[in-house]
């Protein structure tokens, strides 16, 4: 309700934003607006309390007057409006802004219209943000399919990448080309997608960081995104705002000693596809400030249609938090209590086209298709006429922000966090454990953790390395974990530590109890150095937030543009083959399954069989860049070692080697076991030994990373397979029978290993959904993986009987007629890992 007392305040706002335009005629020139872009008393009274702090400051920016640059910016902003509902509606563009005729319009008009007009002012305001202050911001956006708005100032600004600007111009054929490519669903010569064009953010959109698919991931990463010294600008939607638990809990990592500026942006337009959003419903945008509020952020509201409100709104988050940032330094209190600047642009769903504000605005707003329906295209051309700008205006809007040089900032697209140049300055040694000279004889085994390997080169790696920031995102137990020398070393992230307890204000260490939040701290901090750390059955959280990660650094790959960030680590611990003492839901291998689905050169998954293995996979994802490693690693401290240093490095290089100690006759070969995990291969080799007992020829090899094996989908698979005569080497034509043991559930390994499946001579053993409160031995028993499944399963490859390889008793426990402890499993099993 309106007071007595706001009027007041609204009277004296008035006179004193007519005063100012009285003294500065520029001024008025701007406030006067832009067809459907006008500019409210709040927003000019922000506006020039942000001119008298510039001029204050000296701050001239590119060197174009302020006023000259948000008279331009309104006109750019109209003229990408009118760009936008041309790309979803028109098949022919037109610069003399005519009325269009049927035959003008697409048959099968498609876009996110309304969420992208929305978008249009905000990605002009913070151009304009950029040329005010001379300084290029990077930026993000979560509402991927809102690119349009991208798109469609970058082509009128010539911010284009390579792509784009081979196609596109501003021409009535390079924009008719433009409208025409968006949603054409047209295949080149090559076979794929022939637009540079999406749906949603890609590739070939310029400082484009993120699809944007996943709506809610953004909120999650964009705190652990920028350096000290860089700034970046977020855009968010009030819809993914429902998403993802954890966009709440920004203030709590936010610091400015190691952390670069941040303005979140939420772009407030109250409507998802069908419905208000949960927000609106609630009570829109004053109960969103209090939300806000209670989390620990300074709300700033703003008008979301006017591109000088984002512009002010950028200026004014940024010197709030620096001044947030230089108390909490001074102040040295125990609590890093930080009011976190937020903005709240506020505008109806689609705004400025015809439609604004209802359901039809998110994506087709017209409501019919003017290719069709008169009413509709009337309706569009009476829109579009009022976001139409003369080209002689828009060319003189054009030239203000042209002027990136003089004040030797980057053009837009190549924003510092869009081109990541990380490497490690200095390789720390590769550690390793002894291993038996006898491999051959079990009892001889010496044992360790194999998570320690992780804990010990990630933190060797760190510390040698202390220009590159460190983050790991960890959902709970990293002692568990064997994580407890990184845990001690770099701390956990907490607001107020608590005495006794390895917690800092500027700890590395993101730990909440959701993983998804953990998991985008480490894929968001692509200047530092990272690693996830998970329970292996609830990684399967963070599968669409690692999903999004690899499909966008593949087609950057695949565009000709590698990233040049280091590669990030995902470790899944407390597996399935481990973790019985939780019951089945902790006992799930499918992260590796799905990992393993994707482009296995961008999304590697790797099994490490001990401890050595382990710490070469540590040191190797390190010297790897753009690529994502899904690690699968044993904690429990009765793993064997069994891999020397040198053969550890090498298994990294290969992908799969022959055990040439193991095995009986292994060049006369009738079968050939293959382990792939570490329990695994503690079960191959007592098979082998079996068989060697019962002088059947076979041999034993180890296969770390399985993707490196199948049948190649693309070019980057392809260069990464191995070599074929490794292939031929390990799996000879010759020897058809084949038996793979393996940590994951048989089907999809097989599936990927299709290129050395024989056929009915060819049988994979592992994770078959069965599980319980076992130990170790009790899950490879009910999973019909111990050495004695894999005994009778070679048997059958071979066409003997069981019978000549097992004993009665044995048979007896496999078929289920008595107890298999002491026969099988050991009777002095190992405790459970905890």
């Given at each position: 309700?309106?007071?007595?007392?706001?009027?007041?305040?609204?009277?004296?706002?008035?006179?004193?934003?007519?005063?100012?335009?009285?003294?500065?005629?520029?001024?008025?020139?701007?406030?006067?607006?832009?067809?459907?872009?006008?500019?409210?008393?709040?927003?000019?009274?922000?506006?020039?309390?942000?001119?008298?702090?510039?001029?204050?400051?000296?701050?001239?920016?590119?060197?174009?007057?302020?006023?000259?640059?948000?008279?331009?910016?309104?006109?750019?902003?109209?003229?990408?409006?009118?760009?936008?509902?041309?790309?979803?509606?028109?098949?022919?563009?037109?610069?003399?802004?005519?009325?269009?005729?049927?035959?003008?319009?697409?048959?099968?008009?498609?876009?996110?219209?309304?969420?992208?007009?929305?978008?249009?002012?905000?990605?002009?305001?913070?151009?304009?943000?950029?040329?005010?202050?001379?300084?290029?911001?990077?930026?993000?956006?979560?509402?991927?399919?809102?690119?349009?708005?991208?798109?469609?100032?970058?082509?009128?600004?010539?911010?284009?990448?390579?792509?784009?600007?081979?196609?596109?111009?501003?021409?009535?054929?390079?924009?008719?080309?433009?409208?025409?490519?968006?949603?054409?669903?047209?295949?080149?010569?090559?076979?794929?997608?022939?637009?540079?064009?999406?749906?949603?953010?890609?590739?070939?959109?310029?400082?484009?960081?993120?699809?944007?698919?996943?709506?809610?991931?953004?909120e999650l990463q964009y705190v652990h995104m920028p350096l000290p010294g860089e700034r970046l600008v977020t855009f968010l939607s009030d819809g993914a705002f429902e998403e993802q638990r954890g966009s709440d809990w920004i203030p709590r990592w936010w610091r400015g000693e190691d952390s670069g500026l941040i303005t979140p942006i939420m772009?407030?337009?109250?409507?998802?596809?069908?419905?208000?959003?949960?927000?609106?419903?609630?009570?829109?945008?004053?109960?969103?400030?209090?939300?806000?509020?209670?989390?620990?952020?300074?709300?700033?509201?703003?008008?979301?249609?006017?591109?000088?409100?984002?512009?002010?709104?950028?200026?004014?988050?940024?010197?709030?938090?620096?001044?947030?940032?230089?108390?909490?330094?001074?102040?040295?209190?125990?609590?890093?209590n930080v009011s976190l600047p937020y903005g709240v642009a506020c505008a109806p769903k689609g705004a400025g086209f015809y439609g604004e504000g209802t359901n039809q605005a998110h994506n087709l707003p017209l409501g019919a298709n003017p290719h069709e329906?008169?009413?509709?295209?009337?309706?569009?051309?009476?829109?579009?006429?009022?976001?139409?700008?003369?080209?002689?205006?828009?060319?003189?809007?054009?030239?203000?922000?042209?002027?990136?040089?003089?004040?030797?900032?980057?053009?837009?697209?190549?924003?510092?966090?869009?081109?990541?140049?990380?490497?490690?300055?200095?390789?720390?040694?590769?550690?390793?454990?002894?291993?038996?000279?006898?491999?051959?004889?079990?009892?001889?085994?010496?044992?360790?953790?194999?998570?320690?390997?992780?804990?010990?080169?990630?933190?060797?790696?760190?510390?040698?390395?202390?220009?590159?920031?460190?983050?790991?995102?960890?959902?709970?137990?990293?002692?568990?974990?064997?994580?407890?020398?990184?845990?001690?070393?770099?701390?956990?992230?907490?607001?107020?530590?608590?005495?006794?307890?390895?917690?800092?204000?500027?700890?590395?260490?993101?730990?909440?109890?959701?993983?998804?939040?953990?998991?985008?701290?480490?894929?968001?901090?692509?200047?530092?150095?990272?690693?996830?750390?998970?329970?292996?059955?609830?990684?399967?959280?963070?599968?669409?937030?690692?999903?999004?990660?690899?499909?966008?650094?593949?087609?950057?790959?695949?565009?000709?543009?590698?990233?040049?960030?280091?590669?990030?680590?995902?470790?899944?611990?407390?597996?399935?083959?481990?973790?019985?003492?939780?019951?089945?839901?902790?006992?799930?291998?499918?992260?590796?399954?799905?990992?393993?689905?994707?482009?296995?050169?961008?999304?590697?998954?790797?099994?490490?069989?001990?401890?050595?293995?382990?710490?070469?996979?540590?040191?190797?994802?390190?010297?790897?860049?753009?690529?994502?490693?899904?690690?699968?690693?044993?904690?429990?401290?009765?793993?064997?070692?069994?891999?020397?240093?040198?053969?550890?490095?090498?298994?990294?290089?290969?992908?799969?080697?022959?055990?040439?100690?193991?095995?009986?006759?292994?060049?006369?070969?009738?079968?050939?076991?293959?382990?792939?995990?570490?329990?695994?291969?503690?079960?191959?080799?007592?098979?082998?030994?079996?068989?060697?007992?019962?002088?059947?020829?076979?041999?034993?090899?180890?296969?770390?990373?399985?993707?490196?094996?199948?049948?190649?989908?693309?070019?980057?698979?392809?260069?990464?397979?191995?070599?074929?005569?490794?292939?031929?080497?390990?799996?000879?034509?010759?020897?058809?029978?084949?038996?793979?043991?393996?940590?994951?559930?048989?089907?999809?390994?097989?599936?990927?290993?299709?290129?050395?499946?024989?056929?009915?001579?060819?049988?994979?053993?592992?994770?078959?959904?069965?599980?319980?409160?076992?130990?170790?031995?009790?899950?490879?028993?009910?999973?019909?993986?111990?050495?004695?499944?894999?005994?009778?399963?070679?048997?059958?490859?071979?066409?003997?009987?069981?019978?000549?390889?097992?004993?009665?008793?044995?048979?007896?426990?496999?078929?289920?007629?008595?107890?298999?402890?002491?026969?099988?499993?050991?009777?002095?099993?190992?405790?459970?890992?905890?």
């Open positions: 309700m309106t007071t007595q007392s706001d009027r007041v305040e609204a009277i004296r706002a008035e006179e004193q934003v007519a005063l100012y335009c009285q003294q500065h005629p520029e001024a008025a020139e701007w406030a006067a607006g832009y067809g459907v872009i006008s500019h409210s008393i709040e927003t000019q009274a922000r506006v020039y309390q942000m001119a008298d702090l510039l001029a204050e400051r000296r701050i001239a920016g590119d060197g174009i007057p302020l006023f000259e640059l948000l008279h331009a910016s309104d006109r750019i902003a109209s003229a990408a409006m009118w760009l936008v509902v041309h790309q979803t509606y028109v098949q022919h563009a037109y610069l003399d802004g005519r009325d269009l005729s049927a035959a003008d319009f697409k048959p099968h008009p498609e876009g996110h219209t309304g969420g992208s007009l929305n978008m249009v002012p905000a990605y002009v305001g913070y151009m304009a943000a950029n040329a005010i202050s001379g300084l290029t911001r990077s930026w993000i956006m979560g509402q991927g399919h809102c690119v349009a708005a991208i798109d469609s100032v970058n082509l009128i600004l010539d911010n284009m990448t390579t792509a784009h600007a081979a196609r596109y111009s501003l021409t009535d054929a390079g924009l008719t080309r433009y409208a025409q490519d968006f949603y054409s669903y047209c295949l080149g010569a090559d076979g794929k997608q022939d637009s540079p064009l999406g749906s949603h953010i890609n590739a070939n959109t310029a400082g484009g960081l993120v699809e944007g698919g996943y709506l809610g991931f953004t772009i407030n337009n109250g409507r998802r596809i069908d419905q208000e959003t949960t927000m609106a419903q609630e009570g829109g945008t004053e109960w969103f400030t209090r939300h806000l509020q209670l989390y620990g952020f300074d709300p700033i509201v703003f008008d979301g249609r006017d591109p000088a409100a984002f512009a002010w709104a950028i200026f004014e988050m940024e010197n709030r938090l620096l001044a947030e940032a230089q108390a909490m330094a001074e102040s040295g209190e125990g609590c890093y329906d008169v009413t509709a295209a009337h309706n569009f051309n009476e829109s579009a006429r009022r976001l139409w700008v003369p080209p002689v205006e828009l060319d003189k809007a054009i030239a203000a922000f042209q002027h990136h040089a003089a004040a030797g900032r980057p053009r837009e697209r190549d924003h510092a966090l869009a081109h990541r140049e990380v490497t490690l300055h200095e390789l720390p040694s590769t550690l390793s454990r002894p291993i038996s000279d006898t491999p051959q004889d079990l009892s001889t085994w010496v044992r360790h953790s194999p998570m320690a390997a992780v804990d010990d080169m990630f933190l060797a790696t760190c510390q040698a390395n202390p220009h590159l920031r460190p983050r790991v995102g960890n959902p709970d137990e990293m002692r568990s974990n064997r994580m407890s020398n990184t845990l001690e070393a770099l701390k956990f992230r907490v607001v107020s530590p608590e005495p006794g307890i390895p917690e800092s204000h500027h700890g590395a260490v993101i730990t909440a109890l959701n993983e998804e939040a953990v998991a985008n701290a480490a894929l968001a901090n692509k200047g530092g150095i990272n690693l996830i750390v998970s329970y292996e059955a609830f990684a399967t959280k963070m599968h669409g937030a690692m999903r999004q990660e690899i499909i966008f650094a593949n087609h950057l790959s695949e565009g000709g543009r590698p990233q040049h960030w280091l590669s990030v680590p995902l470790v899944l611990t407390s597996h399935a083959w481990e973790n019985g003492k939780n019951e089945q839901s902790h006992q799930d291998t499918m992260m590796a399954e799905a990992m393993m689905n994707e482009a296995s050169n961008v999304s590697r998954v790797l099994f490490p069989a001990d401890y050595n293995t382990a710490a070469a996979a540590m040191s190797a994802v390190y010297q790897t860049q753009g690529q994502f490693w899904t690690i699968v690693v044993a904690k429990a401290d009765a793993v064997a070692n069994l891999f020397t240093a040198a053969e550890a490095s090498q298994l990294i290089a290969d992908g799969a080697m022959r055990l040439d100690w193991a095995g009986y006759r292994p060049d006369e070969a009738q079968l050939v076991l293959t382990a792939i995990g570490a329990y695994q291969l503690e079960q191959t080799l007592r098979a082998s030994a079996r068989l060697a007992e019962r002088s059947i020829p076979h041999a034993v090899v180890y296969m770390l990373e399985p993707g490196r094996f199948r049948q190649p989908r693309s070019a980057g698979e392809q260069a990464h397979l191995a070599s074929q005569s490794l292939r031929d080497t390990l799996y000879p034509a010759s020897v058809t029978a084949r038996v793979f043991v393996t940590h994951t559930r048989p089907e999809p390994l097989l599936g990927t290993l299709q290129p050395l499946n024989t056929g009915p001579q060819t049988v994979a053993l592992g994770f078959i959904n069965q599980g319980g409160t076992l130990n170790t031995a009790g899950m490879l028993f009910v999973n019909r993986a111990t050495w004695a499944h894999i005994v009778q399963v070679a048997a059958r490859t071979l066409g003997l009987s069981a019978e000549e390889l097992l004993s009665v008793a044995e048979l007896d426990a496999l078929a289920g007629k008595v107890n298999p402890t002491g026969i099988i499993i050991p009777a002095d099993q190992p405790e459970v890992s905890q």
